[in-house]
T-cell receptor
Framework: SAVISQKPSRDICQRGTSLTIQCQVDSQVTMMFWYRQQPGQSLTLIATANQGSEATYESGFVIDKFPISRPNLTFSTLTVSNMSPEDSSIYLC???????????FGQGTRLTVV | KQEVTQIPAALSVPEGENLVLNCSFTDSAIYNLQWFRQDPGKGLTSLLLIQSSQREQTSGRLNASLDKSSGRSTLYIAASQPGDSATYLCAVRPPDSNSGYALNFGKGTSLLVTP
């Protein structure tokens, strides 16, 4: 299994600003992902964080808005840039452990943009 | 595109009841299926993982079954308790690396167990 620590757990931000969310895994993992959960909705994949290279983004998500870093096998960051109220969501980091079978999630970052 | 549907969307039961949550998916070509629990405003806790070759998995009062050919999974919760109150999410993983490794989620079943 893997324990994923995400911070901050929540934040209230002004529109037009940026927030960087950190995700730390307690062991080396094969893959890391970032998801968004808008109010009342299920999880939507933003991107796959690739170690040492650019993230792979899903349709509707772009690097300028959601830059992602993954400098090593245990750490990743997601930045939500130039925020608007529509960015208010829970952002979740996920990882696949060895054998790439079971997925684990962090506790999420609850973002409110005012 | 894989579509995952969970029924019912919400469920309220008295403590002690046995209950069944349903999950269906449109493409039977999956690698595995996971059931998660999510408490309000929190992250996801993995409950059970079923590989595509398996029929069921059990953990304590939880039992999950998988019928891949019909695109269905059920989560059975025995002797429900108020602490079971949460949203339960079903997610399927694509079959191979060409399809990616990320999960496709249903919208969840919101469960309330009343004392």
């Amino acid at each position: 299994s893997a324990v994923i620590s995400q911070k901050p757990s929540r934040d209230i931000c002004q529109r037009g600003t940026s927030l960087t969310i950190q995700c730390q895994v307690d062991s080396q993992v094969t893959m890391m992902f970032w998801y968004r959960q808008q109010p009342g909705q299920s999880l939507t994949l933003i991107a796959t964080a690739n170690q040492g290279s650019e993230a792979t983004y899903e349709s509707g998500f772009v690097i300028d808005k959601f830059p992602i870093s993954r400098p090593n096998l245990t750490f990743s960051t997601l930045t939500v840039s130039n925020m608007s109220p529509e960015d208010s969501s829970i952002y979740l980091c996920s990882a696949l452990t060895g054998g790439a079978t079971e997925a684990f999630f962090g506790q999420g970052t609850r973002l409110t943009v005012v | 595109k894989q579509e995952v549907t969970q029924i019912p969307a919400a469920l309220s039961v008295p403590e002690g009841e046995n209950l069944v949550l349903n999950c269906s998916f449109t493409d039977s070509a999956i690698y595995n299926l996971q059931w998660f629990r999510q408490d309000p405003g929190k992250g996801l806790t993995s409950l059970l993982l079923i590989q595509s070759s398996q029929r069921e998995q059990t953990s304590g009062r939880l039992n999950a079954s998988l019928d891949k050919s019909s695109g269905r999974s059920t989560l059975y919760i025995a002797a429900s308790q108020p602490g079971d109150s949460a949203t339960y999410l079903c997610a399927v993983r694509p079959p191979d690396s060409n399809s990616g490794y990320a999960l496709n989620f249903g919208k969840g079943t919101s469960l309330l167990v009343t004392p």
